[in-house]
């Protein structure tokens, strides 16, 4: 059993650019969220999916855009990436949005 | 909007001894969770516990819930190194909806 899968683990960006950081879940989870990690701030909701073809934005939204085609896959896309994006970037999942949630690993991006 | 703020941010124990770590929050919740996140990884569910509930135990762990004021409390028994991590309480939103996460507490256990 994977979990909650994402991809990449790393990645560097250029001012600019766009990218789509992959989340997969295989528990048949319906919510499903975006956090960003940033030193002495804990973590900021991004934005979060109650079920397929639902998504919403969270605290910090802005510059980023989600969909939910299926209930296994919630990419997260950098439109046009800024320094400021800079940050560790975690996918979760869970039952219902106040359950237990299960994370991935992370991908740390990195902006210049 | 941060809701839940833990208290100490960073703490340093010997192995063996207890660790106690506080989480304070700003307005009325339905659940309050416990997260670990050792370096470099994801964070792992600990414990939930419900606005109408006290005490939870699981394994080492025991935690507090006072919604008079407004503060839960995570312990840690008889720690070991491999306890070392951050460790990060999440309540409620101000909507009831989604969980927002405190800052959370660096634990140290040296050997």
């Known amino acids: 059993n994977a979990g909650v899968t994402q991809t990449p683990k790393f990645q560097v960006l250029k001012t600019g650019q766009s990218m789509t950081l992959q989340c997969a879940q295989d528990?048949?989870?319906?919510?499903m969220s975006w956090y960003r990690q940033d030193p002495g701030m804990g973590l900021r909701l991004i934005h979060y999916?109650?079920?397929?073809?639902?998504?919403d934005q969270g605290e910090v939204p802005n510059g980023y855009n989600v969909s939910r085609s299926t209930t296994e896959d919630f990419p997260l896309r950098l439109l046009s990436a800024a320094p400021s994006q800079t940050s560790v970037y975690f996918c979760?999942?869970?039952?219902?949005?106040?359950?237990?949630?299960?994370f991935g690993q992370g991908t740390r991006l990195t902006v210049v | 909007s941060q809701q839940g703020e833990e208290d100490p941010q960073a703490l340093s124990i010997q192995e063996g001894e207890n660790a106690t770590m506080n989480c304070s929050y700003k307005?009325?919740?339905?659940?309050l969770q416990w997260y670990r996140q050792n370096s470099g990884r994801g964070l792992v569910h600990l414990i939930l516990?419900?606005?109408?509930?006290r005490e939870k135990h699981s394994g080492r762990l025991r935690v507090t819930l006072d919604t008079s004021k407004k503060s839960s409390s995570l312990l840690i028994t008889a720690s070991r190194a491999a306890d070392t991590a951050s460790y990060f309480c999440?309540?409620?939103?101000?909507?009831?909806?989604?969980?927002?996460f405190g800052p959370g507490t660096r634990l140290s256990v040296l050997p």
């Open positions: 979760a999942s869970s039952w219902q949005r106040n359950t237990e949630a299960f």
């Open positions: 528990m048949n989870h319906e919510y």
């Open positions: 999916s109650v079920g397929a073809g639902i998504t």
């Open positions: 307005t009325s919740i339905n659940n």
């Open positions: 516990i419900r606005s109408n509930e």
């Open positions: 999440a309540t409620d939103d101000n909507y009831g909806q989604n969980f927002v």
